[in-house]
């Protein structure tokens, strides 16, 4: 009981992380699960923006 009651109190609050640590974390990861979904979502993203310059170019 009295550990449950000593580890109430030593709540640790998360670290605030500044505007541009996300990207700097996600370009610099060895992590091969970070790799992989940046890799897909860069994909799709530019799966997108293809599809929609191919969209823009009947109407050039």
Known sequence: MAAVEASRGTAEVAPRRTPGSTLVRLLTTTDHETIG???????F????????LSLLVPAG
């Not at 979904?37 to 994909?43: K, N, P």
């Not at 993203?45 to 929609?52: D, T």
């Open 45 to 52: 993203a530019f799966f997108l923006v293809g599809g929609v």
């Open 37 to 43: 979904t940046t890799y897909l979502v860069t994909a």
